[in-house]
Nanobody, 114 residues
Framework: QVQLVESGGGLVQPGGSLRLSCAVS????????MGWYRQAPGKVRELVAS???????NYADSVKGRFTISRDNDKRTLYLQMNSLKPEDTAVYYC????????WGQGTQVTVSS
């Protein structure tokens, strides 16, 4: 079974930055389109950024221009660079396939607060 391990979250002030990582194991990582999702309290999980196997990227309007998704296929790792963070970015962040998802990992908490 595929394992997804997210890391890099934390508490940051508005305007700050974080870099999330997601280690993917037990699968051929490079062939899949991947995404970063987030779920805020009381809200549904949403896809905020995706990257195809050929490295084309797409972003939700709410994060466009502030977040950058990337991947290292040799390391089987997905990244999300988050800049100019806002309180509304507070959520648990998850990585998974973009589309038909695998079982979810534990996620990593991002809290943006002064």
């Amino acid at each position: 079974q595929v394992q997804l391990v997210e890391s890099g979250g934390g508490l940051v002030q508005p305007g700050g930055s974080l870099r999330l990582s997601c280690a993917v194991s037990r699968t051929i990582f490079g062939i899949y389109d991947m995404g970063w999702y987030r779920q805020a309290p009381g809200k549904v999980r949403e896809l905020v950024a995706s990257i195809t196997s050929s490295r084309s990227t797409n972003y939700a309007d709410s994060v466009k221009g502030r977040f950058t998704i990337s991947r290292d296929n040799d390391k089987r790792t997905l990244y999300l660079q988050m800049n100019s963070l806002k309180p509304e970015d507070t959520a648990v962040y998850y990585c998974n396939r973009a589309g038909a998802t695998w079982a979810w990992g534990q996620g990593t908490q991002v809290t943006v607060s002064s």
